[in-house]
């Protein structure tokens, strides 16, 4: 059974640094690319960032709206994904979720979701 | 940047009725070398992770109903439910791969 676990999530102020991690188990994961896709308090969905598999050197996309302060890196031998969220503000606020692109090169869809956690950045 | 955006926002339709969303995009997502829409769909529901229930804007995943379908090409595409059940409630989004990913607004499903 595939599972994507997200931990890291909490409270901290504008300006700080937060980073999630994202354990994965039930599938080769470095088959995979990975993805963090973020939800705003009564927002859609925004994908944030993705990292493509080894296959394409591991290389990285990332939103605008992150662009420069946030970085997804993988762990293959220990089947996580991280994000490192630097320079934090309130418009970051939102669940984060893990997710898996069933293609190596990454940016395509997410057929495996974890649960989400809560990043919220308040004063 | 390509922009999804989906009509209605919302909508209500009756237990057994047909539900149909529509999404559209700002440019066109159809990829003439192999011909593919590259377009989803999800669904997500209040406490749960978004599911996947359509890739390449017609291919259901395994496990979804089949009362669920995708159809449309280039810019134009549509989600239709054919008989709406009471576990269908939810908000539904299409997403674009052509490019960098990106989502429509999301609509919501309720019964009526």
């Known amino acids: 059974e595939v599972q994507l676990v997200e931990s890291g999530g909490g409270v901290e102020q504008p300006g700080r640094s937060l980073r999630l991690s994202c354990t994965c188990s039930g599938f080769t994961f470095g088959d995979f690319s990975m993805s963090w896709v973020r939800q705003a308090p009564g927002k859609g969905l925004e994908l944030v960032a993705f990292?493509?598999?080894?296959?394409?050197?591991?290389?990285?996309e990332y939103a605008a709206s992150v662009k420069g302060r946030f970085t997804i890196s993988r762990d293959d031998s220990k089947d996580i994904v991280y994000l490192e969220m630097s320079g934090l503000t309130t418009e970051d606020t939102a669940i984060y979720y893990c997710t898996r692109d069933p293609y190596p090169a990454g940016g395509t869809y997410s057929d495996y979701w974890g649960q989400g956690t809560l990043v919220t950045v308040s004063s | 940047d390509i922009v999804m955006t989906q009509s209605p926002d919302s909508l209500a339709v009756s237990l057994g009725e047909r539900a149909t969303i529509n999404c559209r995009s700002s440019?066109?997502?159809?990829?003439?070398?192999?011909?593919?829409?590259?377009l989803a769909w999800y669904q997500h529901k209040p406490g749960q992770p978004p599911r996947l229930l359509i890739s390449?804007?017609?291919t259901r995943e395994s496990g979804v109903p089949d009362r669920f379908g995708g159809s449309g090409s280039r810019t134009d595409f549509t989600l239709t439910i054919s008989s709406l059940q009471a576990e269908d409630v939810a908000v539904y989004y299409c997403?674009?791969?052509?490019?960098?990913?990106?989502f429509g607004q999301g609509t919501r499903v309720e019964i009526k």
């Open positions: 990292i493509r598999n080894k296959v394409y050197d591991g290389t990285t």
């Open positions: 390449w804007a017609s």
């Open positions: 997403q674009q791969y052509y490019s960098f990913p990106s």
């Open positions: 440019q066109s997502v159809l990829y003439n070398s192999n011909n593919k829409n590259y």
